[in-house]
């Protein structure tokens, strides 16, 4: 049959790669899962408790969120129908971006499809030919991608290594004309804080410009106003990055800076401009949760709770966020790990290379605030039951 050749060949290669992931234990499916309220979750027509979701204050599940995002669809429809600078720009945005630049404590912010095209689009328009982008190594693949489509020079620092930043600083600041330091708040994980203070004082120095990833910070530390809130440096980044799509319960991503610079990026940022605008239900419903996120302290400040009471039953270190790891090395164990679990009735995806580095394979445990102190106390049971705790 004509064309046969190029589809097979395609096909072979297609296989061949698939059984090389799938001897090193690294192949990868799709599973159905619907998820509830209070962190249930069906999979493989199973019920369970999930333990591994991002949707930290469960405002995805909340009454009014939901509420909102239909209003929106009744008001303008399911999609934008256009990027943001041809029609897509509907009113919901000016309203979240004006909270999310409120919540942050800067002069603007500015809204992408997602927090991978925020990380994607915003360094090349920052950091060009003759500048330096330095970064944490542990940085998000989102990250590394946008790094990737500067046509700055890029190093990588130890990680969370101030010393080995002001080395390579040191060493290199003077060949550069720009330089911008990029890490993440809260690593996704490993689920540690980068030493926020610290690198403010390396850019000050050095005259570098600091940009944080705070994925995993808005809504669960510093009163809601994430990592920079919670080290007191938030005057201090000019550029701080987010996603709505874990505590906010939504989706898409968000970088909040100065005016100059927002506009600049709207000028600028191909993955803004060349996307199709978030749907007006989906900005609405992160409107909704932003409001709910700053007027229920408690709320926010649940899903630490719940994660401390866990490391201490189960004797791992106080946690310094939501994320808990539990490395156990391979990805066999990883998985053998998390199947165990699931016999208990708790969802934990095993994490594994390229993910995480190799040899650090690992469960990786989220905490919300719908996690009840029972459901907690319950998987610390089945953790220690395991075998894998240090």
């Known amino acids: 049959m004509e064309g046969r050749g190029p589809t097979s060949s395609i096909e072979q290669v297609a296989r061949s790669k698939l059984a090389e992931l799938e001897a090193a234990t690294l192949r990868r499916a799709l599973s159905e899962t619907g998820r509830g309220e209070a962190g249930q979750a069906t999979r493989d027509e199973r019920q369970m408790i999930s333990f591994c979701c991002n949707d930290y204050l469960g405002l995805s599940q909340h009454p009014d969120v939901k509420r909102a995002a239909s209003e929106a669809i009744k008001q303008f429809g399911a999609g934008a129908g256009a990027s943001r600078l041809v029609t897509g720009n509907h009113p919901f945005y000016d309203d979240l971006e004006i909270r999310l630049a409120r919540l942050k ?32 190594e542990l940085s998000h693949a989102s990250m590394r991608a946008g790094i990737q489509a500067s046509p700055a020079e890029s190093r990588f620092f ?20 720009h330089c911008l330091i990029m890490t993440e708040g809260i690593f996704s994980m490993d689920g540690d804080r980068a030493p926020l203070a610290d690198l403010c004082d390396l850019a000050e120095t050095f005259d570098a410009w600091l940009m944080t990833d705070d994925a995993h910070g808005l809504g669960v530390v510093g009163d809601g106003r994430g990592s920079a809130a919670e080290a007191g440096v938030g005057a201090r980044i000019p550029l701080q990055m987010g996603t709505l799509s874990k ?6 991503g968000f970088i909040c800076a100065s005016q100059p610079v927002i506009d600049l990026l709207i000028n600028r940022a191909r993955s803004l401009i060349y996307a199709t605008g978030l749907p007006p239900a989906v900005v609405a419903a992160s409107c909704t949760a932003l409001e709910i996120i700053e007027a229920d302290l408690e709320l926010t400040r649940l899903p630490m709770a719940r994660a401390r009471r866990f490391t201490q039953q189960v004797g791992l270190p106080d946690p310094e966020s939501t994320i808990v790891p539990l490395v156990v090395g391979t990805a066999e164990k990883a998985l053998a790990a998390s199947h165990q679990l699931a016999e208990e009735g708790f969802l934990v995806t095993a994490i594994r290379p390229p993910t995480v ?12 605030a719908y996690h009840s102190d029972k459901d907690v106390d319950r998987l610390a049971v089945a953790v220690r039951k395991t075998g894998f705790l240090p």
């Open 105 to 136: 404590g800067t002069e603007a912010a500015l809204v992408f499809g997602s927090g991978y095209l925020a990380n994607l689009g915003i360094p090349p328009v920052l950091a060009g030919k003759g500048d330096l982008i330095l970064a944490d």
């Open 158 to 177: 130890r990680h969370n290594d101030i010393e080995d930043c002001r080395r390579i600083l040191q060493k290199e600041r003077c060949n550069f004309r």
């Open 247 to 252: 505590a906010v319960g939504s989706y898409g």
């Open 357 to 368: 580095p190799e040899g650090t394979a690992r469960l990786r445990f989220t905490f919300a």
